[in-house]
């Protein structure tokens, strides 16, 4: 059976007629071939495939595993993908605290954790590191043993309180503006 969806995805909308029994991960990376957000065990358990999605009505982005919802009910919702969080040929700032400190190795697991890292420095700007590794409890990483993950999270946190310090990530042009405010900015 094919229902019909309105939502937006990284601030663009889309009408599309989704199976009733396909999830939002499948419409994503099938549909839209948004192809970040990964497929690790479609059973809510290893965090690959997060995203941020915020309901009708609802007042904030929250980080969903995108498998465990039936792509029916994202009708209304806004989504915000990996994809998403790098802005005007800006990366996050997470992003860029991953590349310099090493958090990402095969890259399965960063998306997930980008998203839910994301959600947490947006609500929690200064997250302790206990405060870092409860948010990220549900992001299963096979390769890294989250040392540097824990500490680019810790990075991008500094960074953003310190927005008019040029080359903190030995890159030119980090604003200190998150991807998830910008992309707010474009959903708007
Ligand atoms: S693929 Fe969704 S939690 Fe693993
Ligand atoms: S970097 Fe390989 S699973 Fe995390």
């Known amino acids: 059976m094919k229902h019909t969806i309105h939502f937006t995805v990284n601030g663009e909308p889309y009408t ?21 957000t990964k497929n690790g ?7 690959a495939c997060a995203v941020l999605l915020r309901w009708p009505g609802a007042e904030r982005f929250e980080p969903v595993n995108s498998c465990m919802i039936l792509a029916p009910e994202a009708d209304g919702a806004e989504v915000i993908t990996i994809e998403g969080l790098a802005h005007d040929s800006q ?35 200064d997250p302790s590191e206990a405060e870092i590794r409860e948010a990220l409890v ?15 999270v810790k990075m991008a946190a500094r960074a953003a309180d310190t927005p008019d310090k040029p080359g903190f990530f030995e890159k030119p042009g980090l604003s200190g503006l998150s991807g998830l405010s910008a992309a707010k900015e474009v959903a708007a």
Do not use: K
């Not at 065990?41 to 965090?47: K, L």
């Not at 590349?99 to 890292?117: D, M």
């Open 16 to 36: 599309l007629d989704v199976a009733s029994h396909h999830t939002l991960l499948r419409v994503l990376r099938e549909q839209l071939v948004l192809t970040g």
């Open 41 to 47: 065990c479609e059973a809510g358990e290893c965090g």
């Open 138 to 152: 549900g992001n299963l990483c096979r390769c890294t043993g989250y040392l540097r993950i824990v500490d680019a």
């Open 91 to 125: 990366l996050d700032p997470l992003q860029e605290a991953f590349i310099v400190t090493g958090a990402t190795q095969c890259g399965f697991c960063t998306p997930g954790i980008l998203v839910n890292a994301r959600a947490l420095l947006d609500r929690n700007p």
